[in-house]
């Protein structure tokens, strides 16, 4: 089993519609979620980040997490063509171990 | 502010050649990281370091490869001799503190091909 794991699309979603991309983890000792766009090409974006249970909203950007069935989530909305991208989730254990831990990510493609 | 830096952004060696890749964190940052993603797998952990320091480096593959961090500024990631299986994209990223969810902010990378 993959420490995390993503769906690796690729995801395709009409413009303005509501882009859900999920992701799980294996290490209940997970404490801090982060969920980063890629350009192809580019460095990695962190776009949000989550510590706690339940949802973060960060204008079209909502993270959501769920510890006790170890799933994180992100839900883009009015998706607009430039949201095409990966997206990437990546998850720390705890302080002291700073290492990220990735997914292989999710290609999202918005249609116009 | 300038971001994470990496030089070179390409580099194609032959098998048992010698590369090296550099990274200038962010200015402040003392936490420097090296990830790989090697094709159609995920970004993987390499190594970090805190000012000078190796902090963690359980991610290096093997003893070819080897990192240095002088004056705790710029890091440089050795690879001697490259072989085929070091092909892939190398990321550096940095951070300010080691505070529980401290962003880290990366670099484009550099696209290493063995040939």
Sequence with gaps: Q????????????????????????????????????????????????????????????????????????????????????????????????????????TRLTIIP | EAGVTQFPSHSVIEKGQTVTLRCDPISGHDNLYWYRRVMGKEIKFLLHFVKESKQDESGMPNNRFLAERTGGTYSTLKVQPAELEDSGVYFCASSQGQHVGQPQHFGDGTRLSIL
């Design chain 1, 2 to 105: 993959k420490e995390v794991e993503q769906n690796s699309g690729p995801l395709s979603v009409p413009e303005g519609a509501i882009a859900s991309l999920n992701c799980t983890y294996s290490d209940r000792g997970s404490q801090s979620f982060f969920w980063y766009r890629q350009y192809s090409g580019k460095s990695p974006e962190l776009i949000m980040s989550i510590y706690s249970n339940g949802d973060k909203e960060d204008g079209r950007f909502t993270a959501q997490l769920n510890k006790a069935s170890q799933y994180v989530s992100l839900l883009i909305r009015d998706s607009q063509p430039s949201d095409s991208a990966t997206y990437l989730c990546a998850v720390k254990l705890n302080f002291g171990n700073e290492k990220l831990t990735f997914g292989t990510g």
